[in-house]
């Protein structure tokens, strides 16, 4: 099995959409697998909202692809308090629900396994975890149904808690917000994550993965999992 692996997008410029269709098509993966954080962007307008959900209407129909939910998404998906993430205007929910539809949180999901390593937008952190490692994939499958029935009633669960250093009150956020430096690793669970910015790929150790290198044209690398050993590549080849 080979799985590629694309961290947030933030509406990048249409030749990046078609960068990442390229690799795809090359790479012949087996499956593809989508970090989150779709929408959003400084000085974004509805119409860069809009590109991006046609985008992922099309993308959402490939069974072979997964697309994790990042919060920037989540905020999208459940226009309640307890989902709100900075960057969301009632002008790009409009837009992008329309071209989405009213059911399209359904086709999103807050994790996904991948050879034995754990894929999440932020990242899952020790801080949260109330169960033995072996019970782990049950567990968080589970928070995930209770995490969309509390987003459903309009009501908090913690996958959208805010850590300390993006300005909330925990040790650590959940895997909607978890910053890579709160993130405390979990004895024997490798993961692969996005949601904090940086100019390269950061390693902590050979078990912890943050992809996501995003700037205003979109992710500059991916990385490729082919049985069990991670590859990160630059997205444009070089």
Known sequence: ?????????????QPVFDRIETIIADEHADRIVF??????????????????AKWLVQSLTD????????????????????????????????????VLGEDSKGKFLFHTWVDGWLLTHAGLSADWVTVPVDLLPKWIENEGKAARSAFDHGKHHWFAEVGRTRGGLRPAGGILWCD???????SEVRQIYGHTPAAEPRWEGSNHLCLDTADRNGPQHFALIDRGAVKVRKLDGS
């Open 1 to 13: 099995m080979k799985t590629l692996i694309f961290p947030d997008l933030h509406e990048p410029p």
């Open 35 to 52: 970090l989150g954080d779709y929408f959003d962007q400084f000085h974004d307008t509805p119409s860069d909202a809009e590109r991006t």
């Open 63 to 98: 069974p072979r692809r997964t697309h994790i939910i990042g919060n920037h998404d989540a905020s999208y998906l459940w226009l309640v308090d307890s989902t709100f993430c900075p960057g969301f205007t009632w002008e790009k929910a409009n837009v992008i629900r329309d």
């Open 180 to 186: 890579h430096l709160e993130l405390a690793p979990i």
